[in-house]
């Protein structure tokens, strides 16, 4: 019998590639098959951080996931790709899935691992956030001693979103993008506009970083982050 190959979610890190780990470099360089989201058909962004590390002839399979409000196709797009996943690890192939930043913290990994952890070995491989990534290029830290950090999804209600930020001592404010208008206004209601940094794309090399009060438009690109040091003082 053909002994069954391992998957494995590696969190690559957040876009420069010195920044993932060991461990997350010597699975990739040594990977018979590697896997990696792609959405509505373009690029891989973790496909672009582990390509200097991909050995020459190794297999691709991209899941092309449809980015839409309704959650059906995404659901069948992840169908689809443990399925394919399946039959590489039931060949006996290992399976190197990238995840941008760390499959286990908003990572699309999670779908695919409900799927198929429970009948294949499965192994996470944690990655640096672009939370943390974030906040080091800042060079500000996010939390000290008692302080509570917050991590909010933008795409929450308008409401949920003030009520947790009025009680926030910090927060990450992540999945901005289009959401970016409404997150602007209520940080403004909350006089938290001067205390609000936004880091876009942070550590690819079109990284931008931005007082929020200096950002003009009303959408960001989908990977920014907005941190906010609501019991701080001022840059």
């Known amino acids: 019998m053909v002994?069954?190959?391992?998957?494995?979610?590696?969190?690559?890190?957040p876009g420069d590639p010195e920044l993932m780990t060991v461990k997350a470099w010597r699975l990739i360089s040594l990977a018979p098959v590697v896997a990696y989201l792609t959405a509505n058909g373009r690029d891989s962004t973790a496909r672009d951080i582990a390509r200097p590390f991909m050995p020459e002839g190794v297999t691709e399979l991209a899941i092309d996931v449809p980015m839409r409000s309704e959650r059906e196709p995404a659901q069948q797009a992840y169908d689809r790709g443990a399925a394919a996943i399946a039959r590489h690890l039931q060949a006996g192939r290992d399976v190197v899935m990238l995840c941008e930043g760390d499959p286990f913290f908003y990572g699309s990994f999670m779908y695919l691992f409900a799927r198929l952890a429970k009948d294949h070995e499965t192994i996470v491989v944690p990655g640096v956030t672009s939370i943390t990534a974030a906040a080091a290029r800042l060079r500000r830290p996010l939390a000290a001693r008692n302080e509570v950090l917050k991590v909010?999804?933008?795409?929450?209600?308008?409401?949920?979103?003030?009520?947790?930020?009025?009680?926030?001592q910090s927060a990450?404010?992540?999945k901005v993008g289009r959401h970016f208008a409404a997150v602007r206004n209520i940080l403004s209601a909350l006089d938290l506009v001067s205390k609000s940094m936004v880091i876009e794309k942070a550590t690819h090399a079109d990284e931008r970083i931005t007082r929020l009060e200096d950002v003009a438009g009303d959408a960001l690109p989908y990977f920014s982050t907005i941190l906010v040091y609501a019991g701080s003082e001022p840059w």
């Open 3 to 13: 002994k069954s190959g391992t998957l494995y979610g590696v969190g690559v890190g």
């Open 172 to 174: 990450a404010i992540i």
């Open 152 to 168: 909010l999804p933008a795409t929450l209600a308008p409401d949920r979103l003030r009520e947790e930020l009025l009680t926030a």
